[in-house]
């Protein structure tokens, strides 16, 4: 895992990019894992009255987003980093708080399909691919089956660099996430803006940090 990410990975990353002017930064980031094109994103603000109920705002993924497609589709996205206990409450539960937060904003907005992107550091399925998409059906007394519940599972540990000279946009995301060669990493910064620009702010992050 990237180091500099390992301190409460969600934390981090939360401090770090909930701010409408590194959308950029986000919609890179998601463009590349799901292979999707966006057209319009805008953060999906903390729902204060739901502080009740769920974990704190810090502890509760990285970011929460609505995007609207090239197509003219509409999804909320969030990505999350998950630790080795209880994954699939987890990701059941994020999933779950990602897409019912629909119902408290205030915007008119209609309710629209969610994507959850978990990214875990370590093997949890017993399958060669890094990336799995998974469609939750039931978890416990939660139905998810009307909702065509999408969720992408990363795991950093399965993730292999083939050809460090040609890579795409998926694997320049996964291998920073994931923290591999210094030199490969400085070359993955080179060719792609959003991840440099992202690798900038975490370190002014710890530098504020440490005075």
Same mark, same amino acid.
């Given at each position: 895992? !990237?180091?500099?990410?390992?301190?409460?990975?969600?934390?981090?990353?939360?401090?770090?990019? /909930? !701010? =409408?002017?590194?959308?950029?930064?986000?919609?890179?980031?998601?463009? /590349?894992?799901?292979?999707?094109?966006?057209?319009?994103? /805008?953060?999906? +603000?903390?729902?204060?009255?739901?502080? $009740?109920?769920?974990?704190?705002?810090?502890?509760? @993924?990285?970011?929460?987003?609505?995007?609207?497609?090239?197509?003219?589709?509409?999804?909320?996205? @969030?990505?999350?980093?998950?630790?080795?206990?209880?994954?699939?409450?987890?990701?059941?539960?994020y999933y779950l708080f990602v897409h +019912?937060?629909?119902?408290?904003?205030?915007?008119?907005?209609?309710?629209?399909? &969610?994507? &959850?992107?978990?990214?875990?550091?370590?093997?949890?399925?017993?399958?060669? =691919?890094?990336?799995?998409?998974?469609?939750?059906?039931?978890?416990? +007394?939660?139905?998810?089956?009307?909702?065509?519940?999408?969720?992408?599972?990363?795991?950093?540990? $399965?993730? $292999?660099?083939?050809?460090?000279?040609?890579? +795409?946009?998926?694997?320049?995301?996964?291998?920073?996430?994931?923290?591999?060669?210094?030199?490969?990493?400085?070359?993955?910064?080179?060719?792609?803006?959003?991840?440099?620009?992202?690798? =900038?702010?975490?370190?002014?992050?710890?530098? $504020?940090?440490?005075?």
């Open positions: 895992m !990237n180091q500099e990410l390992v301190c409460n990975r969600n934390y981090v990353l939360k401090k770090v990019l /909930s !701010n =409408e002017n590194y959308t950029n930064i986000i919609k890179d980031m998601i463009q /590349s894992i799901l292979e999707i094109d966006i057209q319009k994103i /805008s953060l999906n +603000s903390y729902i204060d009255i739901l502080e $009740k109920y769920i974990p704190a705002y810090q502890k509760m @993924g990285v970011v929460d987003v609505r995007v609207m497609t090239k197509k003219g589709e509409e999804f909320n996205i @969030g990505i999350q980093f998950v630790d080795g206990k209880h994954i699939q409450k987890k990701i059941a539960l +019912s937060n629909q119902i408290y904003y205030e915007d008119q907005r209609k309710i629209a399909k &969610t994507i &959850t992107i978990n990214i875990l550091d370590f093997t949890y399925y017993q399958t060669l =691919e890094y990336h799995k998409i998974e469609f939750l059906n039931k978890f416990k +007394s939660i139905d998810f089956s009307e909702e065509n519940a999408e969720t992408h599972i990363v795991e950093l540990h $399965k993730f $292999k660099i083939n050809n460090d000279k040609k890579m +795409s946009k998926q694997e320049q995301w996964i291998a920073y996430f994931k923290g591999t060669d210094t030199k490969v990493i400085e070359k993955i910064k080179e060719e792609n803006i959003y991840i440099k620009y992202l690798d =900038e702010l975490v370190k002014e992050y710890w530098k $504020k940090e440490k005075i």
